[in-house]
């Protein structure tokens, strides 16, 4: 609403209304909450965090051309309260940018049971 207040000489002043610093602070809650969301996929799910960031350094190298994925037996390791051996397994994907750069990211997994003849 727009207030007006007479002068001495008849002329009108037309003063604007103060705006509240309400749509700064929902700005920065969100923002809080994207950060927040962000490091939540970091510590629970890393895989999917690097697949986002992978495509968000393909803006800057003028986008993604080839990902290749594959996973293979890393180590085996006899644990004492475990069955047998557990497998180690370790997955490496590769983006390649059209500048010609790549970008490798490997992940390693936790012990877990297997099949396979490790030695």
Do not use: W, Y
Not at 19 to 37: N, W
Not at 42 to 55: D, I, S
Not at 60 to 71: F, K, N, Q, R, T
Not at 80 to 106: I, K, W
Request: aromatic letters at 6%; one cysteine or more; charged letters at 15%.
């Amino acid at each position: 609403m727009v207030k007006s207040a007479p002068m001495r000489d008849h002329s009108i002043v037309i003063k604007p209304r103060r705006r509240g610093a309400g749509g700064i602070v929902l700005l920065l809650i969100l923002l809080l909450s994207v950060g927040a969301i962000g490091a939540g996929f970091g510590f629970f799910a890393p895989a999917k965090l690097a697949l986002f960031q992978e495509r968000a350094i393909g803006l800057l190298h003028g986008g993604v051309v080839d990902s290749e994925e594959h996973s293979f037996i890393d180590a085996c390791v006899s644990l004492p309260d475990a069955n047998g051996t557990q497998a180690v397994t370790r997955t490496v994907r590769t983006t390649s940018f059209r500048d010609g750069t790549s970008l490798s990211v490997t992940f390693s997994s936790p012990p877990s049971p297997t099949n396979s003849q490790c030695k």
